[in-house]
């Protein structure tokens, strides 16, 4: 019976076993690679390392992006103080000259003083817009120093070599998911 029967039917199945998808995975900048993280045969997950590449330059491009930043928010509080003082200032003049109390001069300086400060803050914060983007772009950047299967398979080939600078798009251990008999 289907159900308890003692007997197991075997079979055997000719042909060529091919994978069902092929990737080649390859560097996005040039970088020399460092170290390779598997080998021919070799199985592996997605999100597996395959190979790591040398991110010094990178990484310090990343950091003094971060002193930049740092940098320019330091300026930027010290821009937003210099608008505080300013525009107190402006506002005394402002109650002076309702007063007669003050000269024409002293209270256009005083305005124009406020105007230019505010100015400086969006300058200087324009320029932190700037340097974020500049910084999320070098740490993207910096995260190619790393090359992960793109999916679960097994390598078939490793047309790299430890040392060797890769050039974008130049091809790290192919990886190749299920098979399937043809």
């Known amino acids: 019976s289907a159900w308890g029967g003692g007997s197991e039917?075997?079979?055997t199945a000719g042909g060529n076993l091919r994978p069902l998808t092929s990737v080649d995975v390859g560097a996005q900048?040039?970088?020399?690679?460092?170290?390779?993280?598997?080998?021919?045969?070799?199985?592996?997950?997605?999100?597996?390392l395959l190979a790591e590449l040398d991110t010094a330059v990178a990484a310090e491009k990343v950091d003094d992006d971060g002193a930049q930043?740092?940098?320019?928010?330091?300026q930027l509080a010290e821009k937003q103080s210099q608008l505080a003082l300013s525009q107190l200032q402006a506002a005394r003049q402002t109650r002076l000259m309702a007063d007669n109390a003050t000269s024409q001069?002293?209270?256009?300086?005083?305005?124009?003083?406020a105007k230019v400060a505010a100015a400086q803050v969006k300058s200087v914060e324009a320029q932190i817009n700037q340097s974020q983007s500049t910084l999320k772009a070098d740490s993207a950047t910096l995260s190619y120093g790393k090359i992960s299967a793109?999916?679960?398979?097994?390598?078939k080939?490793?047309?790299?070599?430890?040392?060797?600078?890769?050039?974008?798009?130049?091809q790290a251990p192919p990886i190749q998911n299920r098979t399937d008999a043809s």
């Open 9 to 11: 039917d075997v079979g």
């Open 29 to 48: 900048v040039v970088w020399q690679l460092t170290k390779l993280c598997v080998k021919i045969g070799d199985d592996v997950q997605k999100g597996t």
């Open 69 to 74: 930043l740092r940098n320019l928010q330091a």
């Open 105 to 113: 001069d002293a209270f256009d300086t005083a305005e124009a003083a």
């Open 150 to 155: 793109p999916m679960t398979g097994t390598g």
């Open 157 to 170: 080939a490793i047309p790299a070599r430890g040392g060797q600078t890769l050039k974008p798009h130049t």
